[in-house]
């Protein structure tokens, strides 16, 4: 396979299993993976952290020298597709999204709203707090 700028191409006569991989999805086959970890401390609250497949172990950088590194002592737990998705935010209390298909899939499910997100190196980030039990009402 040739090299580009944007990483290796096919050659003509490819089939889809020897596409290479890139942005979260088999070229040509229009699988979307995401990377999900659950944390959980033993207290009340279970973190779910996912991102998208082509951002773990990146680091992302804003205009204002601001890093953030897409960990994969985070991220990096299990692999998995789509339909997963809704699966996984459902289990934690507070849900960190890093990519902009994730937060793009959040958003279809009515979970977060698009404009809340900010983008960090061009990819949407977005985090989502589930708060239960107040003690007091907020007046």
Not at 6 to 31: I, M, T, W
Not at 87 to 102: A, P
Request: net charge positive.
């Amino acid at each position: 396979m040739k090299k580009s700028a944007s990483g290796y191409l096919p050659q003509k006569s490819a089939e889809p299993q020897d596409l290479p991989e890139r942005s979260g999805f088999r070229v040509g086959l229009g699988l979307t993976r995401f990377w999900v970890k659950v944390h959980t401390s033993g207290g009340q609250d279970t973190v779910v952290a996912l991102c998208d497949e082509h951002l773990l172990g990146k680091c992302l950088k804003t205009g204002d020298n601001f890093e953030v590194t897409i960990d994969r002592s985070f991220y990096g737990g299990a692999l998995i597709e789509e339909d997963d998705v809704f699966k996984n935010l459902k289990r934690g209390t507070i849900v960190n999204l890093f990519g902009n298909r994730v937060v793009e899939k959040a958003a279809q499910l009515g979970l977060v709203n698009p404009k809340a997100a900010i983008k960090i190196g061009g990819e949407l980030h977005v985090q989502i707090v589930h708060i239960t039990n107040i003690d007091r009402q907020v007046r």
